[in-house]
């Protein structure tokens, strides 16, 4: 379990930091899993599918508009390898891949209200193990959030399902903004 000195803590507190949650990184090694079945069917996406990789990933996660410019930026661009599953000709879901010489981590990955349950998750996830195992990586790794008593998590118990292993869990720090400091994209104090 990693360790955050008291005063380390004390000292993010001061400035207007406080807990959010705590991740959970898991690994695997690239031994296939289980086929997937599902009625999508799931591509390598590049940069004309930026955008609507970008608008699952914010509705997925909560994220705020203006980070789908930023989140678009990535799609296409090395070392990153983005998938998307479709419905006919629409993306319902998405997911990424870091994917380097050293090894390669599974990045986010979302679907839509409307067509969860439809194992796009998992259809992505031997994908993501196919093209890492391809690329000459021994194992791979994951992030997911821990599970809290009011809000459970279900990537974790699919990725422990699929033979990941957990690593270890470490908390995640938020800066609380204020409008007081002028600007709604800036820190404040």
Not at 30 to 41: A, F, G, H, K, V
Request: with cysteine.
């Amino acid at each position: 379990r990693p360790y955050t000195p008291p005063e380390a803590v004390a000292r993010l507190e001061s400035r207007g930091f406080r807990r959010y949650n705590r991740w959970v990184k898991l690994w695997r090694d690239l031994e296939p899993p289980p086929p997937s079945r599902t009625d999508l069917r799931i591509e390598a996406a590049g940069p004309g599918r930026a955008e609507d990789i970008a608008r699952i990933f914010a509705s997925g996660f909560g994220w705020p508009e203006r980070v789908v410019p930023w989140v678009a930026a990535s799609v296409g661009r090395p070392p990153w390898r983005h998938y998307v599953a479709l419905d006919g000709g629409r993306v319902v879901a998405a997911a990424a891949l870091f994917l380097t010489v050293a090894g390669a981590s599974m990045g986010p990955a979302a679907t839509l209200p409307e067509a969860r349950r439809r194992g796009a998750q998992q259809a992505f996830l031997e994908r993501r193990l196919r093209d890492a195992a391809a690329h000459g990586c021994g194992c791979l790794s994951v992030e997911t959030a821990e599970p809290l008593p009011d809000r459970p998590v279900a990537s974790l118990r699919n990725l422990l399902r699929q033979g990941f292993q957990i690593a270890y869990a470490r908390t995640n720090w938020i800066l609380e903004t204020t409008a007081a400091s002028g600007d709604g994209d800036r820190p404040g104090p």
